[in-house]
């Protein structure tokens, strides 16, 4: 049985010219191109007075199996959401790298953990709800809400019958003068 599916998904990002004395711009995630075209270099696609979106990425968006109920939670939000993640270019001149394109909202809860990328989302095209609900339809399985059996407290396993440890402070102690 297939586990996974990918597509190809074109990053355009934004990169907006700000009046600001410490940033130049500042670089947003402004659209997804579903089944782009593998790029080499970043392709300026639109310009206007103030900002120039680029295709700088062409990233497979790969859905899983096991990760069914993050994208039934996506589909169900007014949005859906395409999550890209971005790093930041410390060498180049792009200042932002698209690095993962994902639709589940549970696995860049991870990335964002790490506090070192960005997530940036857009909301999700047409062709991707469809291609997502379908792969939901064939693999997802409502899994039962199991509640765990808490078992019987033993005060004598927890160590409860033992005098807690004296606490000592840096003023109780004899001075040595």
């Not at 270099?41 to 103030?50: C, K, Q, S, V």
Request: charged letters at 30%.
């Amino acid at each position: 049985m297939e586990t996974s599916e990918s597509i190809n998904i074109g990053i355009v990002l934004e990169r907006r010219t700000l009046d600001n004395p410490w940033l130049d711009a500042s670089w947003r995630v402004a659209a997804v191109i579903p089944g782009a075209p593998e790029i080499d270099n970043r392709l300026e696609i639109a310009r206007g007075a103030d900002w120039v979106h680029y295709h700088a990425a062409t990233l497979p968006l790969e859905i899983f199996r096991k990760e069914t109920e993050g994208y039934k939670h996506n589909l169900s939000l007014d949005p859906p959401s395409v999550y890209v993640v971005l790093y930041r270019d410390e060498d180049g001149d792009l200042e932002v790298i698209p690095h993962h394109v994902s639709v589940c909202p549970y696995e860049v809860q991870d990335y964002l953990d790490s506090g070192e990328v960005v997530v940036d989302s857009v909301p999700m095209p047409e062709p991707i709800i469809a291609w997502v609900a379908a792969f939901i339809d064939k693999h997802h399985v409502d899994e039962p809400f199991k509640k765990r059996k808490r078992s019987a407290f033993d005060p004598r396993k927890e160590g409860f019958d033992k005098p807690p440890p004296r606490v000592t402070k840096k003023w109780d102690r004899p001075s040595h003068e």
